[in-house]
């Protein structure tokens, strides 16, 4: 997407591209809630893998937390 927006950014360094998208008002916290609806609606999209993972440390935050 940031290739057809932002053709120039291309080929830069990651942390070039990210510190001008911060500038441009691109909204990562934004991005990231769309990308966790669409996965909700849509499970296959949903890297097994990860969800998995995070579905454990979740469990044992809400185990922590209920030790304090």
Known sequence: MISKLYPYEV???FATV???AKNK???FES???CRR???????????EETAKMR???QKEYIKYS???
């Not at 996965?39 to 890297?47: A, G, K």
């Open 11 to 13: 080929g830069k360094q």
């Open 18 to 20: 990210m510190f001008n």
């Open 31 to 33: 991005i990231t809630r």
């Open 55 to 57: 579905n454990k440390k």
């Open 37 to 47: 609806k669409l996965q909700e609606r849509n499970p296959e999209l949903r890297d």
């Open 66 to 68: 209920k030790q304090s």
């Open 25 to 27: 008002g691109i909204s």
